[in-house]
């Protein structure tokens, strides 16, 4: 059975699992001294990053009784054809549908449920002086100057943004509690990059992959290689600058999986690049790195999401859907 946590990854993730559990790929667990090294004859030109169409983050909120169930929430940050960058709210459970946060500032309320003995919850934002990173990122999530809070069963159970805590502050006078815990779970970036040509299409991003784990960059790079080499594109997988996955020959290998460790522990990244090189019209590019709990334990499943890690999942576009 899928847990409801599991249904907090779109379906692309869910299907690439899938190709892994049906043994298309196989997995090569490397030891922490050979994973994260650079690899100086493979350095390739830098090109403009891809576009980043939207951003969707999820989150699971454990609420201080133990009887009550974990909130999923999940916040995405698009482009607008018309303004600003958008901002749409699902939640509190994973079949919950999106609603999208027309006003820059403003609150939202959704009722209870008694089905699923969801209590009713409180949305509050203010974008009005958000502030975004440098043009080059092209990213829709704001950098800072902004506030996405979440109020259920008078706790918080969801802050966002750097002035989250301040507006916490003075709006509850610091009477309310938190949650047990709030834990971002999964992370989708969808992008827009041009077929490999000589040079790189490289998209980042900065995530945790554990609580209280310290923030890393993790970038993802496509290229086709060098002279001498025509046609041979590549593909890799850096973290805080250092080369962790290294796959060629990617009309080949368009699906693999390998095993890095990241803070001593061990994450996954698998990519599924079928879709990009065979569909008509193209479809897109899939890139995930999802953490473990244990290292002993499996390639993660859809039936072990009863305890997910976090994951970070890149889709990247030929064009703008």
Not at 121 to 138: E, I, K, M, Q
Not at 141 to 155: D, L
Not at 164 to 193: C, M, N
Not at 294 to 317: D, I, K
Request: charged content about 15%; proline content about 10%; overall charge positive.
């Amino acid at each position: 059975m899928v847990s409801a946590s599991s249904l907090l990854l779109p379906s692309s993730v869910r299907d690439l699992a899938s190709c892994v559990s049906d043994g298309a790929v196989r997995v090569a667990c490397t030891s922490p001294a050979s994973t994260l090294t650079v690899s100086s004859s493979s350095s390739t030109t830098s090109s403009p990053p891809p576009a980043t169409l939207s951003v969707a983050i999820s989150y699971r909120a454990t609420p201080q009784a133990p009887s009550s169930p974990p909130l999923l929430l999940r916040l995405t940050w698009s482009h607008s054809r018309h303004g600003p960058p958008t901002l749409s709210f699902a939640g509190p459970t994973a079949s919950s549908p999106a609603v999208l946060l027309r006003r820059r500032r403003g609150t939202y309320c959704l009722p209870s449920s008694t089905s699923t003995h969801i209590p009713p919850l409180a949305l509050f934002w203010d974008l009005t002086a958000a502030r975004y990173g440098p043009a080059s990122s092209s990213s829709p999530e704001p950098a800072s100057g902004f506030y996405v809070v979440a109020v259920a069963s008078a706790e918080v159970v969801l802050a966002v943004g750097d002035l989250a805590a301040e507006f916490i502050k003075a709006k509850f006078e610091g009477q309310i509690p938190w949650a047990r815990s709030i834990l971002p779970v999964s992370r989708t970036d969808r992008v827009v990059a041009a077929a490999p040509r000589p040079g790189a299409a490289v998209h980042t991003a900065r995530v945790r992959f554990g609580e209280g784990a310290p923030e890393h960059e993790v970038a993802v790079g496509c290229c086709r290689a060098g002279a001498g080499r025509p046609g041979e594109e590549e593909l890799w997988v850096s973290v805080d600058g250092k080369r962790a996955v290294h796959a060629r020959r990617l009309r080949w290998n368009f699906r693999g999986n390998q095993t890095v460790f990241v803070d001593g522990a061990p994450v996954d990244v698998l990519w599924d690049l079928h879709g990009w090189w065979f569909q008509d019209p193209p479809g897109c590019a899939v890139v995930m790195l999802r953490a473990r709990s244990a290292l002993e334990s499996r390639l993660w499943l859809e039936e072990e999401a009863s305890a997910p890690g976090f994951a970070l999942l890149v889709q990247a576009l030929r064009t703008p859907p």
